[in-house]
């Protein structure tokens, strides 16, 4: 059914529903409405055959439809129903609700297939208001619909074939009777025409299904004979027509007239045949192609003396067989005529020869088949020499490093003059032969001999003469490709063994002038051996646990998509990672990524330090490698590992962390390893003992002690022993020196120092462009939010140093949250007329299970000030630019390298009212920049992600990158 643009009725129209609509209709006022003669209805239908019908609904009158609360204008339904029937089902009646106008109209139309309909029924379009049911009571309005049931459901012709027929079958003599028969199926009363091409032959009733007629005028010749039915009652049956007949008439047969036979042959060539035997074509005229015979040649006789016995007795050699029945393909077969042509091979017999044809053993004494072509033949010339060859072993694909050929020379002329001819192997140009007046130039030799007969040595080559006064010469010569292509000329000449006579010394030699081609095997390329990422690392064996180790990791093979991101190369325990799943980011000894960059032909080199005391001789190690970034996650192409041993203590031992000299006051720090896990380890300095203190071994036999160096301890060679138990295990000398004494200075009076108070600074800073476009472009698909605030501080003109601190952040988000960083707080440190810091404040949101960052005081960049612009009570800078630090670049993550060049800055400080100089702005005062020191950065207990993994951590935490 096909539905109108406004959705059908709702199924659930029960009586819970119609109540509602009831109740509703209550609540606004809106009365149901009564049957009005104001609403009418036209119907106009379409009729596809077979198929549907198409309803046209037009209404006027319908302003008095009820609309209901929730409904934009008046609506009324619509449906096709049997007459008299108000039955609708949504679902299955054809039904719409239509839009009245402002003045009352409706228009839609409704279908319905033709299967849904019968012819025995009345139909009509009903129309009611919406929110109800359809009954005699609500109905708006009513129209027949009048359907054209012919139109809709025509009657069906059945189609009929016709065949035909023809007695005698095929053909006829001129003015015989043919009988024509057309049959039609089924059997349907009508009558057939039949006709000759364009002339008519009569037409007869169909009886039975059969319709003849006799035809007696055809003409001599091929007929199309074609017969069509048409049907009494055109609706019942359709009219069909008999594929086209072929019919022949001949005309009435005479009489031939006995032929007067004259067998004759006839030669295409009979004088000066070649005596060794030649091919030439024999055609013979008048014979009786009723009796075979045999063609042959055999010595010329008179034609009267030819029997079947003379060509039998040695003239069959050859001969063929010509017959109007011939059975293989080596018979020659007789024309209707007597007549027939073949080809037939010649050569002397005796003195004189002829061409006969005789009847065959059928025929014996049959004598009017003879007949007879005399042939003759040309003086046989003296036999040819036999033409000069060159042959050369090999010639192809020969072995570029060095090959021997192998030149054999057969039936080569001798030259008039006797000197012989030349041999080479070289270069010859598109003309080289001297026969047609090439220079020596056009072929170049690498290795030559002359061939003569003088006897072979030096650069001659002695020849064989053979019986008819040829020669044959054997050569072997050593060849390369590269001493071969040093002689080359040009790219246009070929490379080959050749023969020719000079023109000078051997005379022209046209027949010796032969050129054989030499070309080399292809060497096939090797392929490029496919590399897999492999590292090494140095030392990679027995790490001292107590002091710094630096270990040089050399990777190649790290090359293609996985390596688009750098590298991640890590230190630390194996049963942190060994491949399966994810890198993890947390928990590793050290960690570096190896940046793109730094990544030449798949090849880097990378050093880690790993710390004194973070190894435990009591676990593995080694160190890995990963695609970085988010290919660590799933990339592992990537993955190579290498063991890393650690030394195990064959004994307790003390190491010092710097020096074993300490001043009296001083701190020595130092360590104490190769104790069993859990001893109890007491440390003591003699010569006086003085204890120290105590500490327990860890998992890896280690204790560490920090001592304050009494004030007045004595100077001079000591010991450092350490016991367990008791028992002193180990023992190292340390020396104390005496401490410092200041010299008594007395100082000067401080110089006053006054500075300006600072409020309401602005700074306009975007931090990096490029930074931008990616969290904002189609990788991250990110957004940056927020700004910086205004300012306060104090500056001192004088002095060119101040600082003011921003209030305000902004917030970088990516990756679908993974990414998630803060800047807050900036402070701008002006150390010189030319010189700054920026200063800010980092919080980072943990990825993927690692833990958040909040880092305060990061020197994120130093700034190059151009000149101020300065006034009473202002001062600002233009377009300083912002180079990113190290810390800077930490706090990246790596993202961005230090010295990278940042997003230029303009700062504005308003000067207010004097105030007194402090570290920031007095130049006698070494000011640090922020919380932290310089180009440094604090990360605490975590790490700093931003889409990638953090430049270094030492947590030993477990997650996944």
């Known amino acids: ?58 209404g006027t009158g319908f302003e008095v439809a009820p609309q209901y609360p929730g409904q934009p204008s008046r609506h009324a339904y619509v449906a096709l129903v049997e007459k008299g029937d108000l039955t609708v089902d949504q679902s299955s009646t054809p039904n719409a609700s239509l839009d009245v106008s402002a003045a009352g109209e409706i228009s839609g139309s409704l279908e319905q297939v033709a299967a849904e309909l019968d012819r025995t029924k009345a139909y009509e379009i009903i129309s009611w ?3 109800s049911f359809p009954t005699e009571a609500n109905l708006l309005a009513r129209a027949d619909v009048l359907i054209d049931w012919a139109a809709l459901f025509p009657a069906v012709v059945e189609a ?31 009558s057939v025409s039949f006709t000759a091409g364009d002339a008519s032959l009569g037409s007869a009733p169909v009886d039975g299904g059969v319709a003849s007629i006799v035809a007696s005028s055809l003409a001599v010749g091929t007929h199309s004979i074609a017969a069509a039915f048409t049907p009494a009652d055109a609706t019942a049956y359709s009219a069909s027509t008999a594929p086209a007949l072929s019919y022949a008439v001949t005309a009435t047969a005479t009489e031939p007239e006995t032929p007067v036979r004259v067998p004759t042959l006839t030669l295409s060539t009979s004088t000066g045949l070649d005596p060794a035997g030649e091919e030439i074509t024999v055609t013979g005229t008048g014979y009786d192609p009723a009796q075979p015979i045999y063609l042959t040649t055999c010595t010329d006789r008179p034609l009267s003396e030819v029997d079947f016995a003379f060509i039998s ?98 039936n080569y002329r001798q030259s008039e003059v006797g000197a012989g001819f030349a041999l080479r192997f070289g270069w010859v140009a598109e003309t080289w032969k001297p026969t047609d007046g090439a220079a020596d130039a056009a072929r170049p030799s690498i290795s030559y001999v002359r061939v003569s007969d003088a006897p072979t040595g030096g650069t001659n080559l002695q020849w064989s003469e053979n019986a008819d006064g040829t020669v044959d010469f054997s050569w072997s010569v050593e060849v390369d490709q590269k001493s071969a292509n040093d002689k080359r000329p040009g790219d246009d000449y070929r490379l080959g063994v050749f023969t020719f006579g000079n023109k000078v010394s051997q005379g022209l030699q046209p027949d010796n002038e032969i050129f054989v081609p030499v070309t080399w095997a292809e060497v096939a390329p090797q392929p490029e051996p496919t590399k897999s990422p492999r590292i090494t690392v140095t030392p990679n064996a027995d790490l001292d646990p107590a002091v710094s180790n630096t270990l040089t990791v050399s990777g190649t093979g790290f090359v293609g998509d996985s390596a688009a991101n750098g590298a991640y190369v890590v230190f630390g325990e194996k049963s ?38 973070s190894l435990d001789p009591t676990k593995s190690y080694h160190v890995a490698t990963s695609a970085a970034h988010a290919l660590s996650i799933t990339d592992r192409t990537l993955d190579t590992f290498a063991d890393v041993t650690v030394a195990q203590p064959t004994a307790p031992f003390v190491a010092f962390a710097g020096s074993a000299t300490v001043a009296q006051g001083g701190v020595l720090e130092f360590t104490g390893g190769g104790f069993a896990p859990g001893d109890v380890v007491t440390a003591v300095a003699h010569s006086e003992p003085v204890m120290i203190g105590t500490a ?98 104090a500056y001192s003109p004088e002095n060119d140093r101040g600082r003011v601190s921003f209030g305000g952040s902004v917030h970088y988000t990516g990756h679908s949250g993974l990414l998630d960083m803060t800047l807050s707080n900036p402070r ?62 930490e706090a990246f993550a790596g993202f961005y390298s230090a010295g990278e060049a940042l997003d230029s800055v303009n700062i504005t400080f308003p000067l207010g009212a004097e105030v007194p100089c402090d570290a920031s702005t007095d130049a006698t005062l070494a000011a640090t920049g922020g919380q932290a020191p310089v180009d440094t950065l604090w990360l605490g207990a975590g790490m700093l992600l931003i889409g990638a993994l953090a430049v270094s951590f030492t947590r030993r935490r477990r997650s996944a990158l």
Request: hydrophobic content about 45%.
């Open 696 to 793: 327990t071994a860890d998992a890896g036999g280690r204790v560490s002690f920090s001592w304050a160096v009494p004030a007045g301890f004595a100077t001079g060679d000591h010991t450092l022993e350490l016991s367990v138990g008791g028992a002193v295990a180990a023992s190292a000398p340390f020396r104390v020196t005496a401490a410092a004494v200041a010299a008594a200075v007395e100082s000067p009076a401080e110089p006053s120092c006054v500075a300006r108070s600072v409020s309401g600074a602005t700074i306009e800073w975007g931090v990096k462009e490029s930074y931008r476009s990616y969290i904002t472009g189609p990788i991250a698909k990110g957004e940056i939010s927020g700004g910086w605030g205004s300012g306060s501080g």
């Open 160 to 190: 009929t074939t016709t065949t035909l027929s023809a007695s005698p079958d095929g053909t006829a003599v001129e003015g015989a009777d043919v009988t024509l028969t057309a049959t039609v199926s089924p059997a349907a009363s009508g």
């Open 129 to 131: 208001p919406s929110r």
């Open 576 to 613: 942190l990672w060994a491949g399966a799943g994810p890198l993890p980011a947390e928990g590793w000894v050290q960690l570096a990524w190896v940046r793109p960059g730094s990544i030449v032909g798949g090849a880097f080199t990378v050093e880690l330090t790993v710390p004194a005391g």
């Open 313 to 410: 007795a040695g003239c069959t050699a050859g001969a063929k067989l010509v017959t109007s029945t011939p059975r293989t393909d080596t018979m020659v077969k007789f024309a209707a005529d007597g007549s027939f042509e073949t080809t037939l091979r010649v050569a002397p017999k005796g003195d004189t020869t002829a061409v006969y044809t005789i009847a065959d053993h059928t025929g014996m004494t049959n004598r009017s088949q003879d007949a007879k072509a005399v042939v003759s033949f040309a003086t046989a010339p003296a036999e040819p020499l036999p033409a000069p060859t060159l042959t050369v072993t090999p010639n192809t694909d020969v072995d570029p490093s060095g090959a021997t050929l192998t030149v054999e020379g057969r």
């Open 828 to 889: 701008v440190q002006i150390t010189g007329a030319n010189t700054a810091s920026l200063v800010v404040n980092v919080q980072s949101k943990g990825y993927n299970g690692s833990p958040d960052v909040n880092a305060n005081g990061v020197v994120f960049a130093t700034l190059s000030l151009p000149a101020a612009t300065t006034t009473a009570n202002r001062i600002s800078w233009t377009g300083a630019s912002a180079t990113l630090t190290a810390a800077g670049a």
């Open 1 to 58: 059914m096909m539905r109108t643009r406004r959705a059908a009725l709702q199924r659930p129209l029960a009586s819970v529903l119609t109540g509602a609509l009831i109740a509703m209709a209550a609540v606004v006022g809106v009365a149901a409405p009564a049957s009005a003669a104001g609403p009418t209805l036209t119907t106009s239908t379409t009729v596809v055959a077979n198929e549907r019908i198409t309803v046209a609904i037009a």
